[in-house]
């Protein structure tokens, strides 16, 4: 099972929402930045060092707001860990993602986000997260 962990980067009643680009997989889909976790590598850890590699920031990784195992239709599984970020230091810089917006909760659901983060994405929504 592949472990990732993701960022829900807050900042003025807004969360920050990254697009892939056409090139990865699961090609346009939104998501929250972050990645996989290496091997002897702590979440928190994993999770620092991604921000800096795709959005150029010193992050302050927070608690864990939510945790998902999610199975694919194609049989692949993965492990997902949810962390708030409420500071960070340097200016967001997307480094990766086709886009990188800032999106109010309600808005949320009117994005394509990938299928393993759709719970999420209501919960946040209707305010029963952060």
């Not at 889909?29 to 994993?46: L, S, T, V, Y």
Request: glycine residues 8%; charged residues 35%; negative net charge.
């Amino acid at each position: 099972m592949k472990r990732v962990v993701a960022a829900l980067i807050l900042k003025d009643e807004k969360i920050l929402v990254c697009q892939r680009t056409r090139h990865q997989v699961m090609p346009l889909k939104w998501e929250f930045p972050g990645g996989k976790i290496e091997d002897g590598e702590q979440p928190r850890d994993a999770l620092h060092r991604e921000l800096d590699e795709e959005l150029g920031i010193d992050a302050v990784i927070g608690e864990e707001v939510s945790r998902i195992v999610h199975t694919y239709p194609n049989g692949g599984s993965v492990e997902l860990r949810f962390f708030a970020v409420h500071e960070y230091r340097g200016e967001i810089e997307n480094k990766i993602f086709k886009d990188v917006q800032w999106v109010e909760r309600k808005a949320m659901p009117s994005y394509d986000f990938l299928e393993a983060d759709l719970g999420l994405v209501k919960d946040l929504a209707e305010g029963n997260l952060l």
